[in-house]
């Protein structure tokens, strides 16, 4: 996809390469433009994208993706600087900003697309996501909430979406966002 490669928020590039110090991880959250937006403006997040992880076909559109038939999740990709934000505190967002045990949707938005998941760059940012869910696990169990439906993998090829879907909530600030937590603490 030819996105543009400056972000509209913070003005940094969303495509490698990025500063040597920098990690990346990617979360599907359900519409990747809410998801995007809990994000972007975190202390130590350098950079977001969104895009879509985890199918089949190479360099899917959104309309490909909202098909259903690609497998792809719509996700967020986030680079940030570890030396002024953990993985803990980066999962932490991520537990509480959605429902993780609504299965293939978040809210009134149903599909394959909409999937809890976290794809991970290497083993620490992977073990941390297993340990972090069995610890929000417990968690939702004593808040009465379901299994947590999230997969926890490394990450696949991250393909960029079209450019209007990038900052989208920040272009415009009144559009769609059906993310929404639990309201259930993440124990951290």
């Known amino acids: 996809m030819n996105a543009a490669n400056t972000h509209f928020v913070n003005q940094t590039n969303i495509k490698p390469p990025f500063p040597a110090r920098m990690k990346t991880i990617v979360f599907g959250m359900g519409c990747f433009w809410g998801a995007e937006k809990c994000f972007w403006n975190i202390e130590g997040v350098y950079t977001t994208a969104v895009g879509y992880i985890g199918g089949t076909t190479s360099d899917p559109t959104y309309q490909e993706v909202c098909s259903g038939l690609t497998g792809h999740n719509e996700a967020v ?112």
């Open 77 to 188: 990709l986030v680079v940030y600087d570890q030396s002024k934000i953990s993985i803990n505190d980066l999962l932490a967002i991520f537990w509480q900003s959605h429902d993780p045990t609504q299965g293939m949707r978040q809210g009134n938005d149903r599909g394959t697309q909409y999937r809890s998941g976290v794809y991970t760059l290497d083993s620490e940012q992977y073990d941390c996501a297993q340990d972090s869910r069995r610890q929000y696990q417990e968690t939702l169990t004593a808040a009465n909430y379901g299994e947590i439906t999230t997969e926890i993998t490394a990450a696949e090829k991250f393909y960029y979406a079209e450019d209007y879907h990038q900052q989208y909530l920040a272009k415009n600030p009144g559009g769609y966002c059906g993310l929404g937590g639990t309201g259930v603490t993440y124990p951290h």
